[in-house]
């Protein structure tokens, strides 16, 4: 059981499990910092003595995987492993670096990470009920256009790939249904939100009071989730029959919007003020997204 279950068991929550999928090349920070920013992140109600919010697994074709800047990480699973035990986890998480060339060189069905996301997704449309969020940071969301789970969905990444992140999702919407996605310039995009604040947008934690210039105007609504403080409910009907059975799908732009959209999901699936403590003892500045497509609008 997760930290967002339904029924906690004797009133405390289990740590939330995250994923993150290793490919040859990844980029070291794309993994450390969205990886770090989980750890630091406490629950006070957490059942585990030492309170962490987040339990952090690492997957790859070999038991060990070295970063694009030449870090080796020991692998806690190869890829077959991670997708027999799939439905233990809450967000699997896709980092960027060497995603270009990986793609240019492979088959897609010989690229590991896009049969995990497609089968996490298959998951997903399974059984709407659960909340299971599908992460990228940086280019790995290259990986998610190429396999065509972003159509209907807006969605971003590093700034240098705009061009080729848009080709590739126009190619999957003509190989399929012919449903676009929405490229957006921001530091992440959240789609599928699960809990809507309330009407008073403009104390709402999550997204940005203004919207910085762009190239393209951003759609979003200006509303987000968070689960301690939500309002109601969100129809699981209605859930359901939402791209990827209303799968929270968050892809972020380079390397440090990988933190923003850390802090958002640490905000959204712990408290905001955990998420809050997390930015302070980074010493960072939270930097907010968008957030599309919620169940609440």
Same mark, same amino acid.
């Given at each position: 059981?997760?930290?967002?279950?339904?029924?906690?068991?004797?009133?405390?929550?289990?740590?939330?499990?995250?994923?993150?999928?290793?490919?040859?090349?990844?980029?070291?920070?794309?993994?450390?910092?969205?990886?770090?920013?989980?750890?630091?992140?406490?629950?006070?109600?957490?059942?585990?003595?030492?309170?962490?919010?987040?339990?952090?697994?690492?997957?790859?074709?070999?038991?060990?995987?070295?970063?694009?800047?030449?870090?080796?990480?020991?692998?806690?699973?190869?890829?077959?492993?991670?997708?027999?035990?799939?439905?233990?986890?809450?967000?699997?998480?896709?980092?960027?670096?060497?995603?270009?060339?990986?793609?240019?060189?492979?088959?897609?069905?010989?690229?590991?990470?896009?049969?995990?996301?497609?089968?996490?997704?298959?998951?997903?449309?399974?059984?709407?009920?659960?909340?299971?969020?599908?992460?990228?940071?940086?280019?790995?969301?290259?990986?998610?256009?190429?396999?065509?789970?972003?159509? =209907?969905?807006? $969605?971003?990444?590093?700034?240098?790939? !705009?061009?080729?992140?848009?080709?590739?999702?126009? *190619? /999957? +919407? #003509?190989?399929?249904?012919?449903?676009?996605?929405?490229?957006?310039?921001?530091?992440?995009?959240?789609?599928?939100?699960?809990?809507?604040?309330?009407?008073?947008?403009?104390?709402?934690?999550?997204?940005?009071?203004?919207?910085?210039?762009?190239?393209?105007?951003?759609?979003?609504?200006?509303?987000?989730?968070?689960?301690?403080?939500?309002?109601?409910?969100?129809?699981?009907?209605?859930?359901?029959?939402?791209?990827?059975?209303?799968?929270?799908?968050?892809?972020?732009? =380079?390397?440090? $919007?990988?933190?923003?959209?850390?802090? !958002?999901?640490?905000?959204?699936?712990?408290?905001? *003020? /955990? +998420? #809050?403590?997390?930015?302070?003892?980074?010493?960072?500045?939270?930097?907010?997204?968008?957030?599309?497509?919620?169940?609440?609008?």
């Amino acid at each position: 059981m997760s930290a967002i279950a339904e029924t906690p068991v004797d009133g405390k929550t289990e740590p939330i499990q995250v994923l993150f999928l290793l490919h040859e090349g990844f980029d070291t920070v794309d993994f450390t910092g969205p990886m770090e920013t989980f750890w630091y992140a406490k629950n006070d109600d957490i059942s585990k003595p030492e309170g962490q919010a987040f339990v952090i697994h690492t997957v790859a074709e070999d038991e060990r995987v070295i970063s694009n800047q030449g870090i080796k990480i020991k692998a806690d699973m190869d890829f077959e492993e991670a997708e027999d035990r799939l439905d233990e986890f809450d967000i699997l998480a896709i980092p960027g670096g060497n995603v270009v060339a990986l793609l240019d060189s492979k088959a897609l069905d010989d690229l590991p990470t896009v049969t995990i996301a497609k089968a996490w997704c298959a998951l997903q449309k399974k059984d709407p009920s659960r909340e299971r969020t599908l992460f990228s940071i940086c280019t790995g969301s290259l990986f998610l256009a190429k396999a065509g789970l972003l159509q =209907g969905l807006s $969605a971003t990444t590093h700034p240098d790939h !705009y061009t080729k992140f848009e080709i590739l999702c126009q *190619e /999957a +919407a #003509k190989a399929d249904s012919l449903v676009p996605t929405n490229v957006m310039e921001e530091r992440y995009v959240v789609n599928n939100a699960r809990f809507d604040l309330g009407p008073d947008l403009d104390e709402n934690p999550f997204i940005l009071s203004k919207k910085p210039d762009g190239r393209r105007p951003s759609t979003a609504r200006k509303g987000s989730d968070a689960w301690k403080l939500s309002r109601r409910r969100e129809s699981l009907v209605r859930r359901g029959q939402l791209p990827l059975g209303g799968m929270r799908v968050i892809t972020a732009g =380079g390397i440090t $919007a990988g933190l923003d959209a850390t802090l !958002y999901l640490i905000g959204a699936l712990v408290t905001i *003020e /955990a +998420a #809050k403590k997390v930015a302070h003892s980074l010493q960072y500045v939270w930097n907010k997204g968008v957030t599309v497509e919620g169940i609440d609008v």
